[in-house]
């Protein structure tokens, strides 16, 4: 072999060699993304559901294709059709709640609800300079009670706080 030769051949070796180290720290970056990651994910070949853009709950077979990666980056999947249906319940009592609310205002008294599990019953509560993760506040008590009573208070103890009477 020339000189030229033997420098073709080793840089394919050297080529070979990083294309397969960066496969592995892929795969190893992979790994730890799911590692942090609690969510719910599908195994090559096991059915899974979500709630489309449109409201529908759609099912498919997991076969690790961009799209289904979009849909698993973008939305929440589930392994049960019936998991999927109660998301889509949830997020449609979700914007029901939202016809009725406004965004958090510091210095103003804030109103919201949750569930005492304890006493079994919806309580509401204020804020004024604390805004907490994914609460839906309210101009008043009287606005969060309202709320509530148009969008049933059994649907959002069934659906958002998982109690049923």
């Not at 489309?52 to 690790?64: E, K, L, P, T």
């Not at 006493?119 to 004024?128: A, E, G, L, P």
């Not at 969060?144 to 208070?153: I, L, N, T």
């Amino acid at each position: 072999m020339t000189k030229l030769e033997d420098l073709k051949v080793n840089i394919e070796e050297i080529k070979n060699e990083y294309i397969q180290k960066l496969e592995e720290i892929k795969a190893k970056i992979e790994e730890l993304e799911d590692e942090t990651d609690n969510r719910w994910k599908p195994k090559m070949g096991e059915d899974y559901w979500w709630v489309d853009a449109y409201g529908d709950v759609c099912g498919d077979r997991w076969s690790n294709f961009d799209f289904e990666k979009d849909i698993f980056n973008h939305t929440d999947v589930f392994p049960t059709e019936e998991e999927a249906y109660l998301d889509k319940e949830r997020k449609q009592i979700r914007r029901e709640l939202m016809k009725y609310s406004r965004t958090f205002v510091p210095g103003t008294i804030n109103w919201a609800f949750n569930y005492d599990y304890q006493d079994k019953k919806i309580r509401y509560w204020n804020s004024i300079y604390s805004c907490d993760l994914f609460v839906i506040y309210f101009e008043s008590q009287e606005m969060a009670e309202k709320a509530v009573e148009e969008v049933g208070e059994d649907r959002i103890k069934k659906y958002i706080f998982g109690v049923e009477d």
